[in-house]
């Protein structure tokens, strides 16, 4: 008797399922569940249980702590995309840095990881265990992993709207994604990557743009946009605005590397890249 019920409960999982894939819903919460339940006749007494053999029998994969997503193994639906599924997991997403630079065409690297700019303040997904997924190696949802970048709300923008598959993603545009390269290359590859990353995009590269986001940025931000910009052999008035920005004491180009090599006191930068220091 028990495990006619047990065989009963996962059917009307099953159902729940595809009631959600007819209704063109990927990604869904708990209470979404909870609210369409009843049209397959599952109690809501069981519900969580029929959620945990759907995951087990990978109908559906677990995101986050109440919240679900379709699998391919449900007749009729595609594979969530791993960018969908950053839009669910924090609220402001958008898929940035090396993750933003691939899908751009910048890079031919790809990236190991999803990267996505949030907010300081949001809630974060955590792992089993209770740890935070900021202070660990990213968040692991199916094959692919997380790793979210928080920034002060004010710094949320150059963002916008792209189709990937069947899902529109908020995402950096190309010149947020530049300008992200220079504050933390370490999330775009390496500086040398952000570099050739400048070269491809320099023909379209929308110069007021791009030096409109740095000044709303900092002052090491802008004189390293300058000093790139400049050396790729961009001449424009625009490298006046970036020139008149005040800051104290010189910077470093690549943030991520040692304070030596020669000084550029045009553009405050101090130029620590490999086979200039030393010079």
Not at 13 to 38: N, W
Not at 236 to 263: E, F, M, Q
Not at 266 to 274: A, E, F, G, K, S
């Amino acid at each position: 008797m028990f495990a006619n019920n047990k065989k009963k409960r996962s059917s009307v999982g099953v159902d729940l399922v595809r009631l959600l894939a007819g209704d063109g819903i990927r990604i869904f919460s708990t209470a979404q569940a909870r609210e369409l339940a009843p049209q397959v006749g599952l109690k809501d007494d069981y519900l969580l249980e029929a959620l945990y053999h759907l995951r087990r029998n990978g109908w559906i994969v677990q995101l986050r702590r109440g919240l679900y997503a379709l699998t391919g193994a449900v007749p009729g639906v595609s594979p969530v995309h791993e960018f969908e599924i950053a839009m669910a997991l924090v609220e402001p997403a958008a898929v940035s840095h090396w993750s933003a630079l691939h899908f751009h065409g910048l890079t031919q690297q790809v990236p190991r990881q999803v990267f996505v700019l949030t907010t300081a303040g949001v809630s974060l997904p955590r792992e089993r265990g209770g740890r935070s997924s900021a202070h660990s190696g990213g968040y692991p949802v199916g094959g692919a992993i997380f790793a979210f970048v928080q920034v002060n709300p004010k710094r949320f923008f150059g963002i916008a709207k792209y189709w990937v598959g069947e899902a529109r993603v908020t995402m950096t545009d190309p010149e947020r994604t530049l300008i992200d390269g220079l504050s933390r290359p370490q999330y775009c590859g390496d500086f040398a990557e952000v570099l050739q990353a400048f070269q491809i995009r320099l023909a379209d590269l929308d110069l007021e743009k791009i030096v409109e986001y740095a000044t709303r940025l900092d002052g090491a931000t802008v004189k390293r946009l300058g000093w790139v910009l400049e050396h790729l052999g961009v001449a424009s008035p625009h490298l006046d605005r970036l020139l008149s920005v005040p800051v104290k004491g010189y910077r470093i180009l690549d943030p991520t590397g040692p304070r030596r090599g020669p000084c550029d006191r045009r553009w405050m930068i101090q130029v620590n890249l490999p086979g200039r220091i030393g010079k």
